[in-house]
């Protein structure tokens, strides 16, 4: 029974131990917003983890299907600058997933018009395609890793989370 199932409860005793540990001497307030962090952290990690095997057959990652979608949604081709600072990544990790991207169709890279030292990143028709294509099924992926929660409870998290993101965009 070494494999952390008892029964058909799994065992969460190593989340808990995890989650709990050095905040015996924290006061709870504190100890709460860590194990949040905490909580976060590991659940991101999660949700990516499963986006990456979803991906994978494609030979894309979840960090560069973001980085497609968040270039998709900007009203003009973005610089790898532009990338970069939307997406609090270094120019160096940006410039080496948009080059990955463009040997994969999924972009091209072009020099700036106005700025001929700036190279801008340009979804293809391709990625279009593709996004078609397998939108519905990840959809459908994403509604059932987050069936735990209620619509209403969604939506609560979602304003909260909001909330947050803003507020750590807001502050240094």
């Known amino acids: 029974m070494g494999c952390g199932v008892k029964g058909n409860i799994l065992d969460m005793s190593q989340d808990r ?12 307030d504190r100890a709460a917003r860590v194990r949040l962090f905490r909580l976060l952290l590991v659940g991101a990690a999660a949700l990516r983890g499963r986006l990456d095997r979803e991906l994978a057959p494609s030979g894309l990652t979840s960090q560069q299907g973001a980085m497609l979608q968040w270039i998709e949604a900007q009203p003009e081709p973005p ?3 532009a990338v970069a600072a939307g997406l609090r990544m270094t120019h160096q990790n940006v410039k080496q997933i948009a080059l990955a991207l ?5 972009v ?7 700025d001929r030292r700036a190279r801008r990143v340009v979804i293809t028709k391709q990625h279009r395609r593709f996004w078609r294509k397998r939108n519905p ?18 939506a609560k998290m979602t304003e909260l989370l909001s909330r947050l993101y803003r507020h750590l965009k807001e502050t240094p």
């Open 17 to 28: 131990q995890w989650l709990e540990l050095g905040l015996d001497a924290v006061a709870p």
């Open 79 to 81: 610089t790898i600058s």
């Open 108 to 114: 091209d890279i072009v020099v700036d018009a106005a």
């Open 102 to 106: 463009e040997r994969k169709g999924f």
């Open 137 to 154: 099924e990840d959809f459908a992926n994403v509604a059932a890793w987050t069936a735990a929660l209620s619509d209403a409870e969604v």
